[in-house]
């Protein structure tokens, strides 16, 4: 089975890392599904038996999205409350995620530095910013992969944009 990558970047089009990453995953068909939510719901109207369905006919899902103000875009926020529901997700009998290997992709625009300076002793800001994606593919008895994640992202080199791209595609081939 492929694996189905949710793409939640408002702007992919002006986009450095983010529509890398696309590219460099389109040129894997027969491996990945590339889903992009502002694309297929500029209007913000989920389908939730389509979202539904398509993550059920994935091995592996992968959230991928740009780093705003310490979190993710407003639409995978939304996409995450209509899809992830009771009696699926979770509950006595949701368990459409159980064991479904996840993962995901951000990218920032400030470097690693700049978010270390947030760190506490033993307490990664990074770790602690995706704590709530961590916390709900636990909950929902997923396999939790952890996250890539592309630093420095507004204004990359053409070199770092090529090799982190490759890395990128490796990182979640290797789940």
């Known amino acids: 089975m492929?694996?189905?990558?949710?793409?939640?970047?408002?702007e992919l089009t002006n986009s450095n890392v983010n529509k890398k990453w696309v590219d460099e995953l389109n040129q894997y068909?027969?491996?990945?599904?590339?889903?992009?939510?502002y694309?297929?719901?500029?209007?913000?109207?989920?389908?939730?038996?389509?979202?539904?369905?398509?993550?059920?006919?994935?091995?592996?899902l992968?959230?991928?999205?740009?780093m705003y103000w310490f979190?993710?875009?407003?639409l995978l926020k939304k996409w995450l409350d209509v899809v992830f529901t009771y009696g699926w997700a979770y509950g006595s009998k949701g368990n459409m995620l159980k064991d479904k290997k996840?993962?995901?992709?951000?990218s920032a625009?400030?470097?690693?530095?700049d978010f270390a300076v947030y760190n506490t002793p033993g307490c990664n800001i990074f770790d602690q910013l995706t704590s709530p994606?961590?916390?709900?593919?636990?909950?929902?008895?997923s396999d939790y992969r952890s996250y890539f994640a592309f630093f420095d992202a507004n204004e990359p080199t053409v070199e770092k944009l090529e090799s982190k791209a490759k890395e990128y595609v490796n990182f979640i081939l290797s789940l």
Do not use: M, R, W
């Open 62 to 66: 992968i959230l991928q999205f740009p």
């Open 109 to 113: 625009g400030i470097s690693e530095e």
């Open 133 to 141: 994606f961590k916390a709900t593919f636990t909950y929902t008895k």
């Open 102 to 106: 996840v993962a995901l992709g951000i």
């Open 71 to 74: 979190n993710c875009p407003p």
């Open 29 to 37: 068909p027969d491996k990945f599904t590339i889903h992009q939510l």
């Open 39 to 60: 694309q297929v719901y500029p209007d913000e109207k989920i389908d939730k038996e389509k979202e539904q369905k398509l993550i059920e006919a994935h091995d592996k």
């Open 2 to 10: 492929k694996t189905l990558i949710v793409v939640a970047h408002p």
